[in-house]
């Protein structure tokens, strides 16, 4: 059996001759793990069989094949989203086109923005969360925590309450949330951190206020960046039906 979404292709919403810009469904890798247990479910053979956004990109531009710091397994990746987040994602096309808005990442020259459904409603309806994010020993999860934690980085994450949900469940808000940095699980871990989890997050969620999404509520809704021409270009997506239910 197909695992949930992936009948749900990607699609296309910007492509010209260094990049294209996909609307990542969710319930789909990224890229291929390299650790196997990562990527369950798998077949008898062991194999995973949940799809991954770089199999899909290589039969239509193999030309991808051959780009990226580790074209084998992240081919023409820049960054990246997790498997439970759908939305807006750039991909290079060409090595040259892969430095340059590797380079616009690193220099924190791309702005993305997401929506997140989280538990409970901010006291402050705009703020600033300021905490270094590390890996915690033996384990893949991350943590603001960080006196014992592996792989300690900065990480900055603005948000914005947009709207307020009064449900039978209890209280909801919806954020616009804008990472300044890109650790993984970044937008996860620092919501959760100030007691607002991602609606729907196994990993860092509560149970009580899942609303019986088979997903976390994060979508990267846009994302902004200077092309090498120097014209500055927004791509957006729009929010999933799953997604839009809830908030309906």
């Not at 699609?11 to 001759?17: A, F, R, S, T, W």
């Not at 994602?89 to 430095?99: D, G, H, K």
């Not at 949330?177 to 620092?190: A, E, F, N």
Request: aromatic share 6%; with cysteine.
């Amino acid at each position: 059996m197909a695992s949930p979404g992936s009948r749900v292709q990607p699609k296309i919403i910007y492509k010209d001759k260094d990049f294209l810009i996909i609307d990542k469904p969710v319930h789909w890798l990224v890229h291929p793990v390299k650790d196997v247990k990562q990527a369950l479910p798998a077949t008898s053979h062991g194999a995973s069989r949940i799809p991954t956004l770089t199999g899909w990109l290589i039969k239509k531009y193999p030309e991808i094949k051959q780009v990226g710091d580790n074209p084998v397994w992240r081919p023409g990746i820049v960054h990246r989203l997790d498997k439970e987040t759908s939305g807006v994602i750039l991909i290079a096309r060409n090595q040259e086109a892969f430095e340059y808005l590797k380079k616009q990442f690193q220099e924190h020259k791309v702005k993305k923005t997401y929506l997140a459904l989280v538990c409970g409603v901010p006291k402050e309806k705009e703020g600033v969360i300021e905490k270094p994010i590390g890996l915690k020993p033996d384990s893949l999860k991350r943590t603001v925590h960080v006196q014992k934690a592996k792989m300690v980085k900065e990480a900055i994450t603005k948000y914005k309450v947009k709207k307020t949900l009064r449900l039978a469940q209890g209280e909801y808000a919806l954020l616009e949330v804008m990472p300044l940095t890109g650790r993984t699980h970044q937008i996860r871990v620092h919501l959760a951190s100030i007691g607002h989890p991602v609606v729907g997050d196994k990993l860092y969620g509560q149970k009580k206020c899942a609303l019986k999404l088979d997903r976390q509520f994060l979508h990267a809704e846009s994302l902004e960046f200077t092309a090498s021409g120097g014209q500055r270009l927004k791509f957006s997506a729009d929010l999933p039906e799953d997604l839009e239910k809830i908030l309906n």
